[in-house]
């Protein structure tokens, strides 16, 4: 399967989510996957990154042109998708990942899980998107959706459209198992 890994580009991050990150790749890669990501060199797309090269895994890179003068860019991908523009680098990013996996991250990841969930939700799509966990980064982000359900802002059954992982092998097993189905989960008003 093709994974697409979002995640935090930032450096100052503690080491367990990079740890963490890292060994989601390596994992990912033993079984066979691949990943397509925002290319970045640092933060948690670096560490998923290095994961994959560490097991010989086959990484695309995506990210529009102007990063490249930036020195962002991880450069042991197999191949680099250079996209126009931020938004076109998420559509293929979205069209080409078989699965989703959420790291830590900050507004750019925010909006990136928000918008599969809205495609899953909206059935344009239905594939697994697992949200990792990594110590316990998400429970406040899934609080809130909880607290959003409760007073009729998002639909109860959109928590069903994801999975939230405190571990490697819980965000694994949820984008090789995922058991969606987009007949049993209706949104008709």
């Given at each position: 399967m093709r994974i697409c890994i979002f995640g935090a580009s930032g450096t100052e991050l503690d080491a367990i989510y990079i740890e963490e990150?890292?060994?989601?790749?390596?994992?990912?890669?033993?079984?066979?996957?691949?990943?397509?990501?925002?290319?970045?060199?640092?933060?948690?797309?670096?560490?998923?990154?290095?994961?994959?090269?560490?097991?010989?895994?086959?990484?695309?890179?995506?990210?529009?042109?102007?990063?490249?003068?930036?020195?962002?860019?991880?450069d042991l991908c197999d191949e680099f998708v250079y996209p126009d523009t931020m938004r076109d680098r998420k559509k293929y990013m979205e069209d080409n990942a078989d699965a989703f996996i959420v790291a830590p991250g900050g507004i750019g990841t925010y909006e990136e899980f928000f918008e599969v969930l809205t495609l899953k939700q909206l059935a344009r799509m239905s594939k697994p998107i697992a949200v990792f966990n990594i110590n316990g980064y998400y429970d406040s982000l899934y609080a809130l959706i909880e607290e959003n359900t409760r007073t009729g802002f998002i639909r109860a059954q959109t928590t069903e459209l994801f999975r939230m992982c405190a571990t490697v092998e819980e965000a694994v097993d949820c984008v090789e198992h995922d058991d969606y189905d987009i007949e049993k989960i209706k949104f008709a008003d």
């Open positions: 990150t890292e060994a989601l790749g390596r994992e990912l890669a033993k079984r066979g996957h691949s990943l397509i990501f925002g290319g970045g060199k640092n933060g948690l797309m670096g560490a998923a990154a290095r994961g994959f090269t560490a097991e010989h895994g086959k990484i695309v890179g995506v990210a529009p042109a102007f990063f490249k003068s930036a020195g962002v860019l991880y």
